[in-house]
């Protein structure tokens, strides 16, 4: 019954954007602060952007600030990340992770995102 799932991944060029989409169902996002996370083959997951639970405070990872733009519509249950100006580096499997302030956490199944020519 719990789960969020990540969608709007795929295959885009260089300098091109894509928008991902994290769907919560069985609970409600409003309590829970947001995270994207990224893992690329071979390398270790690592921490993309953050939101906090009412969308008040956000945070980018040096690699990405500019060009990504974390948001949230709770009425909605929902969770996005705009991604602009992508780089061949960014080509990883994104992951969304709902947290709550006793530290539970879930996590989606992830969308590959690939960016290349």
């Known amino acids: 019954q719990v789960q969020l799932v990540e969608s709007g991944g795929g295959l885009v060029q260089p300098g091109g954007s894509l928008r991902l989409s994290c769907a919560a169902s069985g609970f409600n996002l409003d309590s829970y602060a947001i995270g994207w996370f990224r893992q690329a083959p071979g390398k270790e997951r690592e921490g993309v952007s953050c939101?906090?639970?009412?969308?008040?405070?956000?945070f980018y990872a040096d690699s990405i600030k500019g060009r990504f733009t974390i948001s949230r519509d709770n009425a909605k249950n929902m969770v996005y990340l705009q991604m602009n100006s992508l780089k061949p580096e960014a080509t990883a499997v994104y992951y969304c992770?709902?947290?709550?302030?006793?530290?539970?956490?879930?996590w989606g199944q992830g969308t590959q995102v690939t960016v290349s020519s």
């Open positions: 939101i906090t639970t009412s969308g008040g405070s956000t």
């Open positions: 992770r709902a947290t709550i302030i006793t530290g539970q956490n879930y």
